[in-house]
């Protein structure tokens, strides 16, 4: 190997920590984000840039209601959105809790 090459294992201890692998985990998942004024989105996770803005596939917005209705929640079909990170409060990924703890390395980049 040449000065400068690098192993192409799939499974290095520097591939695991790198945060793209990292976020390529999160492909395709259902997450559920809460935003600022109070609404949630859920969707499949599609994209996050380098702002940390994330991008929804096949979102569903989530909102109180306020009115008497048989439902506290209102339900409205958006499609692919963003959301901005200024704007996010919570962020939940749905997987399995082995999932989720190794996942949690995100957070501590």
Same mark, same amino acid.
């Given at each position: ?9 799939? !499974?290095?201890? =520097?591939? $695991?920590?790198?945060?793209? *692998? ?8 259902? /997450? #559920? @984000? ?26 569903? !917005?989530?909102? =109180?209601? $306020?009115?008497?209705?048989? *439902? ?8 692919? /959105? #963003? @959301? ?26």
């Amino acid at each position: 190997m040449e000065h400068g090459e690098q192993s192409a294992t799939p !499974e290095t201890e =520097s591939s $695991r920590s790198d945060p793209v *692998s990292q976020v390529k985990k999160l492909l395709f998942r259902r /997450i #559920l @984000i809460g935003i600022k004024d109070g609404r949630f989105f859920l969707g499949n996770f599609y994209c996050l840039d380098k702002q940390g803005n994330i991008i929804l596939q096949d979102a569903l !917005e989530y909102r =109180s209601t $306020r009115r008497s209705s048989p *439902s506290p929640m209102e339900q409205r079909c958006l499609g692919l /959105i #963003l @959301i901005p990170s200024w704007c996010r409060t919570s962020c939940h990924v749905d997987c399995s809790i082995e999932e989720r703890l190794s996942l949690l390395s995100l957070q501590e980049s």
